[in-house]
């Protein structure tokens, strides 16, 4: 049995079935996505569905993400957001328009029951997009802060390799956990299109939001598969570029 992570679909059902044909997943393999699922790319509604008949089939965890929680409030009570509109919201919004009632139920039923984070038995934190509190993830106050956060991975570039974790100054999230992995902020923003590290934690959006492909790691090895860019997959849409 292997252990998969996921990063950011952003509604790139293409690419996800792409990556996970490249890996070769089986119904043994665990699955962990980092939240996301939706707006970008024209099929968020069949992602979830997809997500959902995986979860029937084999061991998924599946995280929130920002991207997700605006969704379910749109769904539940049709919040306009123009900031989440411009921000790949339309496409969503657009897809949902050929849904029933019954079908946005089963939606609204698996986007709430979506993890904050997840912690296996190695010590290992998943969570979409990171944390504050310096004692850890059971001690947060503001649960939005775990799919809004920024600071975690900011602080992770900004580091300076050469600092010892006994050092007075270093950051205390980073001794918290095994490793921590992320998404929510694209390696893009700093040029690259692959799984990043720093410090403890690994990056697995590669962009797929935009023009980068869509990532999936594996956990103990960090062998790692893509699919194909996105906008080349989806080449009539625009996702969020």
């Not at 996800?16 to 962990?32: G, P, R, Y």
């Not at 970008?40 to 993400?65: A, E, M």
């Not at 934690?201 to 194909?228: C, H, R, Y």
């Amino acid at each position: 049995m292997r252990k998969f992570v996921i990063g950011d679909i952003h509604g790139g059902l293409l690419a996800l079935k792409q990556v996970m044909k490249k890996a070769q997943v089986t119904e043994k393999d665990t699955l962990i996505f980092l939240g996301d699922y939706v707006d970008g790319w024209s099929q968020s509604p069949q992602v979830i569905d997809y997500l959902i008949d995986l979860q029937s089939r084999q061991n998924c965890i599946c995280i929130r993400g920002n991207h997700d929680d605006l969704l379910v409030e749109w769904l539940k009570n049709a919040k306009n957001n123009e900031l989440w509109y411009q921000h790949g919201g339309e496409a969503t919004v657009l897809a949902y328009e050929k849904l029933n009632d019954e079908q946005k139920q089963i939606h609204i039923k698996f986007l709430e029951n979506l993890k904050d984070y997840y912690i296996d038995a190695e010590n290992r934190l998943f969570v979409h997009a990171g944390f504050s509190n310096l004692n850890g993830v059971s001690y947060e106050y503001f649960s939005k802060t775990f799919y809004w956060d920024r600071t975690l991975w900011e602080t992770a570039l900004s580091l300076d390799p050469n600092m010892k974790e006994d050092d007075l100054y270093y950051p205390k999230r980073f001794t918290l956990y095994k490793e921590i992995f992320i998404g929510h902020t694209p390696v893009t923003r700093i040029g690259k299109t692959v799984p990043i590290k720093k410090a403890c934690v690994w990056n697995v959006d590669t962009g797929a939001a935009f023009k980068g492909p869509l990532t999936i790691m594996n956990v103990e090895t960090k062998e790692f598969w893509q699919s194909d860019p996105l906008n080349e997959l989806y080449f009539d849409e625009r996702g969020r570029n």
